[in-house]
Protein backbone atom coordinates (compact mmCIF):
# COMPACT_ATOMS: atom_id res chain seq x y z
CA UNK A 1 0.00 0.00 0.00
CA UNK A 2 1.55 3.61 -0.81
CA UNK A 3 1.98 5.05 2.19
CA UNK A 4 3.41 8.31 4.16
CA UNK A 5 4.31 7.85 7.49
CA UNK A 6 5.12 10.08 10.11
CA UNK A 7 5.86 9.44 13.78
CA UNK A 8 4.67 10.59 16.82
CA UNK A 9 1.69 11.19 15.84
CA UNK A 10 1.44 13.05 18.86
CA UNK A 11 4.27 14.76 21.17
CA UNK A 12 4.12 16.97 23.76
CA UNK A 13 7.85 18.39 24.52
CA UNK A 14 8.97 21.38 26.52
CA UNK A 15 10.93 23.99 25.51
CA UNK A 16 14.96 23.88 23.83
CA UNK A 17 14.50 19.88 24.15
CA UNK A 18 15.78 18.39 20.90
CA UNK A 19 13.59 16.39 18.86
CA UNK A 20 13.44 14.57 15.54
CA UNK A 21 9.87 13.72 13.56
CA UNK A 22 10.78 11.12 10.81
CA UNK A 23 8.90 10.80 7.98
CA UNK A 24 9.05 7.74 5.16
CA UNK A 25 7.74 6.89 1.77
CA UNK A 26 7.13 3.99 0.03
CA UNK A 27 6.44 5.32 -3.62
CA UNK A 28 10.15 5.52 -4.94
CA UNK A 29 9.25 9.40 -4.69
CA UNK A 30 12.22 12.11 -5.47
CA UNK A 31 9.79 15.16 -4.10
CA UNK A 32 9.32 15.69 -0.44
CA UNK A 33 7.83 18.05 1.85
CA UNK A 34 7.53 19.29 5.22
CA UNK A 35 4.26 21.88 6.41
CA UNK A 36 2.75 22.97 9.38
CA UNK A 37 -0.88 23.55 9.80
CA UNK A 38 -2.26 26.39 12.25
CA UNK A 39 -5.72 27.72 12.69
CA UNK A 40 -6.11 30.39 10.62
CA UNK A 41 -2.99 30.74 8.84
CA UNK A 42 -4.02 26.91 6.76
CA UNK A 43 -0.65 25.19 5.42
CA UNK A 44 2.60 26.70 5.13
CA UNK A 45 5.54 24.97 3.68
CA UNK A 46 8.82 24.49 5.84
CA UNK A 47 11.06 22.82 3.93
CA UNK A 48 11.09 20.53 0.28
CA UNK A 49 13.44 18.55 -1.08
CA UNK A 50 13.64 17.86 -4.91
CA UNK A 51 16.25 14.71 -4.26
CA UNK A 52 18.47 12.69 -2.20
CA UNK A 53 21.07 15.56 -0.69
CA UNK A 54 18.80 18.21 -2.47
CA UNK A 55 17.18 20.37 0.30
CA UNK A 56 15.29 24.33 0.11
CA UNK A 57 13.45 26.52 2.48
CA UNK A 58 9.63 26.94 2.22
CA UNK A 59 8.01 29.64 3.90
CA UNK A 60 8.55 29.03 7.25
CA UNK A 61 11.99 27.52 7.70
CA UNK A 62 13.14 29.16 10.92
CA UNK A 63 13.63 27.45 14.13
CA UNK A 64 13.80 23.59 11.72
CA UNK A 65 16.40 22.17 9.95
CA UNK A 66 15.88 18.35 7.66
CA UNK A 67 18.00 15.81 5.89
CA UNK A 68 17.55 14.01 2.82
CA UNK A 69 20.28 11.23 2.89
CA UNK A 70 18.12 8.19 1.50
CA UNK A 71 15.19 8.74 -0.64
CA UNK A 72 12.77 7.27 1.29
CA UNK A 73 13.33 9.54 4.27
CA UNK A 74 13.21 12.88 4.90
CA UNK A 75 13.30 13.87 8.91
CA UNK A 76 12.16 16.91 10.62
CA UNK A 77 14.40 18.40 13.22
CA UNK A 78 13.89 20.87 15.86
CA UNK A 79 17.31 21.42 17.36
CA UNK A 80 15.60 23.95 20.67
CA UNK A 81 12.08 23.60 20.02
CA UNK A 82 9.90 27.06 21.34
CA UNK A 83 6.02 27.33 22.23
CA UNK A 84 5.46 28.98 18.88
CA UNK A 85 6.17 25.46 17.02
CA UNK A 86 3.04 24.60 18.69
CA UNK A 87 1.33 22.91 15.70
CA UNK A 88 -0.15 20.05 13.55
CA UNK A 89 3.00 19.08 11.28
CA UNK A 90 2.46 17.23 7.56
CA UNK A 91 4.88 15.20 5.62
CA UNK A 92 4.07 14.67 1.78
CA UNK A 93 5.88 13.02 -0.99
CA UNK A 94 5.30 13.11 -4.34
CA UNK A 95 6.95 12.19 -7.93
CA UNK A 96 6.80 15.76 -9.04
CA UNK A 97 6.30 18.90 -7.03
CA UNK A 98 2.94 19.41 -5.79
CA UNK A 99 1.46 16.97 -8.18
CA UNK A 100 -0.20 13.86 -6.62
CA UNK A 101 1.23 14.53 -3.24
CA UNK A 102 0.43 11.90 -0.27
CA UNK A 103 0.14 12.82 3.00
CA UNK A 104 1.02 11.26 6.38
CA UNK A 105 -1.66 11.65 9.21
CA UNK A 106 0.24 14.54 10.57
CA UNK A 107 2.22 14.95 13.81
CA UNK A 108 0.45 16.75 16.29
CA UNK A 109 3.58 18.74 18.83
CA UNK A 110 3.14 20.96 21.52
CA UNK A 111 6.10 22.64 23.28
CA UNK A 112 5.82 23.49 27.15
CA UNK B 1 4.29 38.42 -3.26
CA UNK B 2 2.86 35.18 -4.51
CA UNK B 3 -0.47 34.44 -2.52
CA UNK B 4 -3.22 32.36 -2.93
CA UNK B 5 -6.41 33.48 -1.44
CA UNK B 6 -9.85 31.28 -0.99
CA UNK B 7 -13.20 32.38 -1.14
CA UNK B 8 -15.54 31.62 0.71
CA UNK B 9 -14.04 30.88 4.16
CA UNK B 10 -16.99 28.46 4.76
CA UNK B 11 -19.80 27.04 2.69
CA UNK B 12 -23.11 25.53 3.57
CA UNK B 13 -25.28 24.29 1.24
CA UNK B 14 -28.37 21.63 1.05
CA UNK B 15 -27.89 18.08 -0.71
CA UNK B 16 -28.30 18.78 -3.93
CA UNK B 17 -27.27 22.17 -3.76
CA UNK B 18 -24.89 22.83 -6.67
CA UNK B 19 -22.33 25.21 -6.18
CA UNK B 20 -18.24 26.62 -6.73
CA UNK B 21 -15.73 27.22 -4.63
CA UNK B 22 -12.85 29.92 -5.80
CA UNK B 23 -9.05 29.76 -5.86
CA UNK B 24 -7.27 32.72 -6.86
CA UNK B 25 -4.00 33.46 -7.50
CA UNK B 26 -1.25 36.06 -7.75
CA UNK B 27 2.05 34.23 -8.76
CA UNK B 28 4.48 34.66 -11.63
CA UNK B 29 5.25 31.94 -13.68
CA UNK B 30 2.65 29.42 -12.53
CA UNK B 31 3.87 25.94 -12.87
CA UNK B 32 0.58 23.60 -11.53
CA UNK B 33 -2.23 24.16 -9.75
CA UNK B 34 -3.36 21.47 -7.05
CA UNK B 35 -6.67 20.88 -5.26
CA UNK B 36 -6.97 19.04 -2.31
CA UNK B 37 -9.65 17.57 0.00
CA UNK B 38 -9.08 17.68 3.56
CA UNK B 39 -11.25 15.82 6.26
CA UNK B 40 -10.89 16.54 9.83
CA UNK B 41 -7.55 15.64 11.95
CA UNK B 42 -6.52 13.76 8.55
CA UNK B 43 -3.78 14.94 6.07
CA UNK B 44 -4.90 16.11 2.51
CA UNK B 45 -5.48 14.04 -0.17
CA UNK B 46 -5.24 14.66 -3.94
CA UNK B 47 -7.91 15.82 -5.72
CA UNK B 48 -7.11 17.28 -9.22
CA UNK B 49 -4.10 18.93 -10.81
CA UNK B 50 -4.54 21.73 -13.33
CA UNK B 51 -1.47 22.99 -15.56
CA UNK B 52 -2.74 25.40 -18.00
CA UNK B 53 -5.48 27.68 -18.55
CA UNK B 54 -8.62 26.44 -20.10
CA UNK B 55 -7.72 23.32 -18.82
CA UNK B 56 -11.23 21.25 -17.03
CA UNK B 57 -10.69 17.81 -14.96
CA UNK B 58 -13.52 15.95 -13.67
CA UNK B 59 -14.16 13.47 -10.86
CA UNK B 60 -17.38 12.21 -9.92
CA UNK B 61 -19.57 15.31 -8.79
CA UNK B 62 -16.17 17.82 -8.77
CA UNK B 63 -15.14 19.43 -11.61
CA UNK B 64 -12.24 22.26 -11.45
CA UNK B 65 -11.23 24.55 -14.22
CA UNK B 66 -8.28 26.98 -14.45
CA UNK B 67 -8.06 30.41 -16.00
CA UNK B 68 -5.06 32.90 -15.79
CA UNK B 69 -5.73 34.37 -12.84
CA UNK B 70 -8.59 31.93 -10.60
CA UNK B 71 -9.20 28.53 -10.36
CA UNK B 72 -13.01 26.83 -9.61
CA UNK B 73 -14.19 23.82 -8.08
CA UNK B 74 -17.80 23.32 -8.70
CA UNK B 75 -19.19 20.24 -6.58
CA UNK B 76 -22.89 18.69 -8.54
CA UNK B 77 -25.46 17.94 -6.70
CA UNK B 78 -23.19 17.62 -3.69
CA UNK B 79 -23.94 14.74 -0.77
CA UNK B 80 -22.97 14.78 2.94
CA UNK B 81 -20.16 12.66 2.49
CA UNK B 82 -18.07 15.82 0.71
CA UNK B 83 -18.38 17.50 3.70
CA UNK B 84 -14.90 18.83 4.17
CA UNK B 85 -11.81 21.29 3.64
CA UNK B 86 -10.89 21.92 0.44
CA UNK B 87 -7.27 23.22 -0.23
CA UNK B 88 -5.75 24.78 -3.33
CA UNK B 89 -2.14 24.77 -3.93
CA UNK B 90 0.23 26.35 -6.44
CA UNK B 91 3.99 25.75 -7.52
CA UNK B 92 5.44 28.45 -9.37
CA UNK B 93 8.82 28.05 -11.81
CA UNK B 94 11.87 29.35 -12.42
CA UNK B 95 14.74 29.95 -9.85
CA UNK B 96 15.03 29.45 -5.94
CA UNK B 97 11.23 28.88 -6.09
CA UNK B 98 11.10 25.87 -8.33
CA UNK B 99 9.99 23.79 -5.54
CA UNK B 100 7.47 25.34 -3.34
CA UNK B 101 4.36 24.45 -2.77
CA UNK B 102 2.01 27.10 -1.45
CA UNK B 103 -1.36 26.61 -0.15
CA UNK B 104 -4.72 28.93 0.08
CA UNK B 105 -6.72 29.05 3.36
CA UNK B 106 -9.22 26.61 2.06
CA UNK B 107 -13.32 26.51 2.13
CA UNK B 108 -14.91 24.29 5.10
CA UNK B 109 -17.67 22.87 2.80
CA UNK B 110 -20.41 21.80 4.63
CA UNK B 111 -23.48 19.83 3.10
CA UNK B 112 -26.63 18.82 4.86
CA UNK B 113 -28.59 16.03 4.21
Known amino acids: EAQVTQNPRYLITVTGKKLTVTCSQNMNHEYMSWYRQDPGLGLRQIYY???????DKGDVPEGYKVSRKEKRNFPLILESPSPNQTSLYFC???????????FGQGTRLTVV | EDQVTQSPEALRLQEGESSSLNCSYT??????LFWYRQDPGKGPEFLFTLYSAGEEKEKERLKATLTKKESFLHITAPKPEDSATYLCAVSIGGGTSYGKLTFGQGTILTVHP
Open chain 2, 27 to 32: VSGLRG
Open chain 1, 49 to 55: SMNVEVT
Open chain 1, 92 to 102: ASSLLNGAEAF
